[in-house]
């Protein structure tokens, strides 16, 4: 399988006048988007003499110029590391460390960071994005690349239970993602498709930049996301899909443009990274916006379901069946099948599934078995296929022998319109255990009793699954992608609120 850099090359002699890419200061062609490529793998190999299978790390808001890395690091057989921007220097030298990475790519904005990170990791080569890359006719020399096996990139995971683990996907990881997502829903060359979610993450590229790019449509990267600039560009560039995670979706339903906005071209507003819920999926449905959800994972890609544009409405909270290039089953403790229904783990095979952990080769093992990657998520699957979120295997709790899964406590909580979010988690218990907990955040202006929510629980759960107490605080604790970190909460019981 050739390099996924030939998607941009070939577009470039194919379609060589067709928009690619649109940032907040440029506009590409695929022909002069190829032209930029090339002269980055120039730049890579050259000047500062990579060589495949080096480790290049990438440190940067979301700009025109981490699209064209990205593909040149592929040309050229390099191995990308995106390390995402919140994190603290320490965390970021640790991936550094742990990849051995040689080279750092930045933007003036990111650069205090890495002063910070000089003291912590010694790296050979730095280049900023903004000395802007030339158009260079300099000579790449070609490497030979297998898509199939070669790494492309290490993903590292939010580490909320131990150590972050490199997920290491190969070009045909990213190749087979592609084409499952054009599959589920039908991206080709006239798509214009917002890029929200941040490029540092498997998502940002996965959904839907790359496999837009692949279709030979147009991509539009907006810079740091607000939801009226992504109001306003979507009006802008036509934009025909959106791709958000739940937080960014409930801004933009929020936001006073919301009502009137012109969203006529949007085809799709989906939603993944988290389960969505129910009210901002229906803010957008009753404005007459399709929007779905799916659900993917690092390790894969990361698509591995999609709700399809047949049944977004008659199976909301469903994240769709699994997408077509993708085997699941659904399993007990013992490996078994669960029946319809019934909750079980989550395990997938398919030529999406990465290719191993970084360095790790025993959690490698412990999370591939048999070709099947065992997600450590728990789900349920109703009589047609559809799959249904029940939580994290690590997150369920087990009070007087009976099964409580956090999310739908939850969901349950979140029907109440002053909650802004929510997260339970369970606590030891002398005589069940463990019994759930509930912490939550209110929306502005909104106030709330505990006696009210524990009213709304008991009405709609069965009296175990009701929580025990329920603490509301200012803001619930997030790790560096965003997601609420219950490994946080546990301490926050411990102290009066």
Not at 42 to 64: F, M, T
Not at 386 to 410: C, H, T, W
Request: net charge negative; proline share 4%.
């Amino acid at each position: 399988m050739e390099s996924i850099a030939n998607w941009i090359h070939k577009r470039g002699l194919i379609t060589p006048n067709r928009t690619a890419l649109i940032s907040e200061h440029n506009q590409y062609t695929y022909k002069s988007l190829s032209t930029k490529v090339k002269s980055m793998a120039g730049l890579l190999q050259n000047k500062y003499q990579l060589e495949k299978g080096d480790r290049v790390a990438i440190l940067s808001h979301n700009r025109e110029e981490y699209i064209i890395s990205y593909f040149a690091i592929a040309q050229l057989g390099l191995i990308a590391v995106p390390l995402n921007i919140r994190l603290r220097a320490t965390e970021i030298a640790f991936q550094l460390t742990d990849s051995g990475t040689k080279m750092i790519l930045f933007e003036t904005e990111t650069e205090a960071l890495l002063e910070e990170i000089k003291d912590l990791f010694v790296f050979e080569n730095a280049y900023s994005f903004d000395e802007r890359i030339a158009d260079t006719e300099e000579t790449v020399v070609t490497v030979e690349v297998d898509a199939s096996v070669d790494p492309f990139i290490i993903c590292y995971t939010s580490g909320t239970t131990g150590r972050p683990k490199g997920a290491v996907l190969t070009q045909g990881n990213m190749f087979w993602n592609a084409v499952n997502n054009q599959y589920a829903i039908d991206i080709t060359s006239t798509d214009i498709v917002h890029v929200l979610l941040p490029l540092f993450h498997i998502g940002g590229i996965g959904l839907f930049a790359f496999p837009t790019l692949l279709a030979g449509g147009s991509i539009v990267i907006p810079g740091k996301f607000n939801a009226e600039l992504a109001i306003r560009s979507i009006e802008t560039h036509r934009v025909t899909i959106v791709m958000g995670v739940p937080t960014i979706h409930d801004a933009i339903r929020k936001h006073a443009l919301f009502d009137t906005a012109d969203f006529s071209s949007v085809r799709w507003f989906y939603s993944g990274g988290a389960p969505c819920s129910e009210e901002i999926i229906r803010s957008f449905i009753d404005r007459g916006l399709p929007f779905g959800q799916g659900m993917g994972m690092t390790e894969t890609a990361p698509t591995i379901f999609m709700l399809s544009k047949e049944d977004y409405k008659r199976k909301i909270g469903s994240i769709g069946r699994p997408v077509m290039f993708c085997e699941i089953a659904l399993v007990d403790e013992m490996g078994q099948p669960v029946d319809t229904d019934e909750v079980g783990e989550l395990i997938i095979k398919g030529p999406n599934v990465m290719k191993e952990y970084w360095g790790l080769p025993d959690k490698t093992k412990e999370a591939i078995r048999d070709g099947w990657f065992y997600s450590g998520d728990l789900m349920r699957q109703d009589a047609e296929g559809f799959i249904y979120v029940a939580g994290r295997k690590k997150d369920m709790i087990i009070s007087g022998g009976e099964n409580i899964y956090p999310l739908q406590v939850e969901q349950t909580i979140y029907e109440l319109q002053a909650i802004h979010e929510c997260a339970v988690i369970g606590m030891a218990d002398d005589k069940w255990g463990e019994v759930p907990i509930a912490f939550i955040s209110l929306n502005d202006g909104k106030t709330i009793s505990k006696t009210e929510i524990m009213a709304h629980c008991r009405a709609n759960l069965a009296t175990y699954k009701v929580p025990k107490d329920i603490r509301i605080i200012e803001e619930l604790p997030k790790n560096a992608t965003g997601k609420i970190d219950k490994g946080k909460l546990t301490p926050l019981f411990n102290f009066p609120i």
